[in-house]
């Protein structure tokens, strides 16, 4: 499966827009760059999918370089609610593979 | 909507034991669900793929006959911890998702805090 490479953590503030930034060079053209985030003692929550193209929705934003090389999810106004660790994956598609593999992710901290 | 249920969230239980824990897809029909172990402090482990009507799938280095898993419906599937011991304990986790897998996201459930004393 292809990797990810995310820092291990970042820190914001509230009400400031946040950038995590996602590296993944092997990444193949037929691959969908997926988020998840998790709050402490929760399962995880999706966030945001993309292919090619730029995505919105009303959680965050993802931006695609045109490589595809790397993405960055964009929390536009950070909140205290926000603080979670951000999972960045890639889902090849067809096929059975499937499955979602988890790295260590961001764990993103909100100051008040 | 896309909401997955698992039950229950905390059990504590003697070592030698053994727990069900359920995970059901409250308003879609998943044909398969996944099971994850996330120990302290780790990221989630992919312990197996759960498919409806037939057998699931382990990742290697999961032992089958320790950690049973049910998928007989659409909507429930089960993990069976058999005789349970300390090292099991650990924050497991399921989740579903439907249609075209790569293109859908995963809708996981709360999680369920085991200890085995």
């Known amino acids: 499966d292809a990797k990810t490479t995310q820092p291990n953590s970042m820190e914001s503030n509230e009400e400031e827009p946040v950038h995590l930034p996602c590296n993944h060079s092997?990444?193949?053209?037929?691959?969908?760059i997926h988020w998840y985030r998790q709050l402490p003692s929760q399962g995880p929550e999706y966030v945001i999918h993309?292919?090619?193209s730029n995505v919105n929705n009303r959680m965050a934003s993802l931006a695609i370089a045109e490589d595809r090389k790397s993405s960055t999810l964009i929390l536009h106004r950070a909140t205290l609610r926000d603080a979670a660790v951000y999972y960045c994956?890639?889902?090849?598609?067809?096929?059975?593979?499937?499955?979602?593999?988890f790295g260590k992710g961001t764990l993103l901290t909100v100051n008040p | 909507g896309a909401v997955v249920s698992q039950h229950p969230s905390w059990v504590i239980c003697k070592s030698g034991t053994s727990v069900k824990i359920e995970c059901r897809s409250l308003?879609?029909?998943?044909?398969?669900m996944f099971w994850y172990r996330q120990f302290p402090k780790q990221s989630l482990m992919l312990m197996a793929t759960?498919?409806?009507?037939?057998?699931?799938?382990?990742e290697q280095g999961v032992e089958k006959d320790k950690f049973l898993i049910n998928h007989a419906s659409l909507t429930l599937s089960t993990l069976t911890v058999t005789s349970a011991h300390p090292e099991d304990s650990s924050f497991y986790i399921c989740?579903?998702?439907?249609?075209?897998?790569?293109?859908?996201?995963?809708?996981f459930g709360d999680g369920t805090r085991l200890s085995i004393l």
């Open positions: 759960s498919n409806e009507g037939s057998k699931a799938t382990y």
């Open positions: 989740s579903a998702s439907t249609g075209d897998y790569s293109n859908q996201p995963q809708h």
């Open positions: 092997t990444i193949s053209g037929t691959d969908y």
């Open positions: 308003d879609f029909q998943a044909t398969t």
């Open positions: 993309g292919l090619t």
């Open positions: 994956i890639l889902r090849p598609s067809g096929g059975s593979n499937y499955k979602l593999t």
